[in-house]
């Protein structure tokens, strides 16, 4: 019996340095596979924070999973340079698409964690007619004050350096870019009216919006907004913004069933609900 959720790694070329990625799936070709789930991390994170989430959604869902660092974090090459303004919509434009060559994929799911679910979104609405699905976790969808409170106590702790040292475990010498490219994009006035309204506008598929109202990085307004009118957000008690590591069971077993409910045209639901 072939294992469902066995591990493969590919180094993908950009053309500004190479990203690592890894499929948590039975084979290492999408041959007659259903269309995979791709992960987008979150500001601080890379494939291997997300633990075994991966693997444990690709067993739920029956479906392969895609996870991959960004350039600058991770197993990935550094970035060249600062960060660009348009950060969050350049990995659909820019990465996905390589992505789809490298693995041999054409639809999708759009899948991401925190600034991560962002760049979901962004990317649902760019391929309007390849992305089956949208999922966020624990994502902003506008600046308010609880994100860059939260942030500049992310600042301050990371000024530490047994705090850099720790992600330096997964980020090696890119560690410090990693946290200035967080907290300065975040921090800058530059940034202060960034929002998602223009990305929500161009998705067409089903969306799900799950956030826990214990989140230090963004209050219960953002899945409301991001799911208004377009999907369903689900607010889960006593969690705060890692929802798939601090509920890994409850967050998997939800995307599951919404996911299952793609095929066979079910209600997904609209509004604000508790977590089942």
């Given at each position: 019996?072939?294992?469902?959720?066995?591990?493969?790694?590919?180094?993908?070329?950009?053309?500004?340095?190479?990203?690592?990625?890894?499929?948590?799936?039975?084979?290492?070709?999408?041959?007659d596979?259903?269309?995979?789930?791709?992960?987008?991390?979150?500001?601080?994170?890379?494939?291997?924070?997300?633990?075994?989430?991966?693997?444990?959604?690709?067993?739920?869902?029956?479906?392969?999973?895609?996870?991959?660092?960004?350039?600058?974090?991770?197993?990935?090459?550094?970035?060249?340079?600062?960060?660009?303004?348009?950060f969050?919509?350049?990995?659909?434009?820019?990465?996905?698409?390589?992505?789809?060559?490298?693995?041999g994929?054409?639809?999708?799911?759009?899948?991401?964690?925190?600034?991560?679910?962002?760049?979901?979104?962004?990317?649902?609405?760019?391929?309007?007619?390849?992305?089956?699905?949208?999922?966020?976790?624990?994502?902003?969808?506008?600046?308010?004050?609880?994100t860059?409170?939260?942030?500049?106590?992310?600042?301050?702790?990371?000024?530490?350096?047994?705090?850099?040292?720790?992600?330096?475990?997964?980020?090696?010498?890119?560690?410090?870019?990693?946290v200035?490219?967080?907290?300065?994009?975040?921090?800058?006035?530059?940034?202060?009216?960034?929002?998602?309204?223009?990305?929500?506008?161009?998705?067409?598929?089903?969306?799900?919006?799950?956030?826990?109202?214990?989140?230090?990085?963004?209050?219960?307004?953002?899945?409301?907004?991001?799911?208004?009118?377009?999907g369903?957000?689900?607010?889960?008690?006593?969690?705060?913004?890692?929802?798939?590591?601090?509920?890994?069971?409850?967050?998997?077993?939800?995307?599951?069933?919404f996911?299952?409910?793609?095929?066979?045209?079910?209600?997904?639901?609209l509004?604000?609900?508790?977590?089942?």
């Amino acid at each position: 019996m072939t294992d469902p959720t066995l591990a493969h790694d590919l180094r993908i070329e950009t053309g500004r340095g190479a990203i690592f990625a890894r499929m948590w799936w039975e084979k290492a070709s999408l041959h007659d596979a259903p269309p995979p789930i791709v992960l987008f991390h979150d500001s601080l994170g890379a494939v291997d924070l997300w633990r075994s989430f991966p693997r444990a959604l690709a067993v739920a869902t029956g479906r392969p999973v895609i996870a991959y660092d960004r350039l600058g974090f991770g197993r990935s090459d550094a970035f060249p340079g600062a960060l660009p303004a348009d950060f969050i919509e350049a990995e659909g434009r820019d990465t996905l698409p390589l992505l789809r060559e490298a693995f041999g994929f054409t639809q999708f799911i759009a899948c991401g964690h925190s600034v991560g679910g962002g760049m979901a979104v962004e990317t649902a609405g760019r391929y309007r007619e390849t992305c089956l699905a949208v999922i966020t976790m624990g994502a902003q969808a506008f600046i308010e004050d609880r994100t860059l409170d939260g942030i500049r106590v992310a600042r301050a702790t990371f000024q530490q350096p047994e705090e850099l040292a720790r992600l330096a475990r997964y980020h090696d010498d890119k560690a410090r870019w990693v946290v200035d490219a967080w907290t300065e994009t975040w921090l800058s006035p530059d940034f202060a009216g960034w929002t998602q309204d223009k990305a929500l506008d161009k998705v067409a598929c089903p969306l799900l919006a799950i956030h826990g109202d214990a989140d230090e990085f963004g209050s219960p307004a953002h899945p409301g907004r991001i799911a208004e009118g377009r999907g369903r957000a689900v607010l889960l008690p006593g969690i705060g913004h890692n929802p798939h590591r601090e509920a890994e069971a409850q967050t998997v077993a939800m995307i599951a069933g919404f996911l299952a409910g793609l095929d066979g045209h079910a209600d997904q639901g609209l509004g604000l609900g508790a977590g089942a």
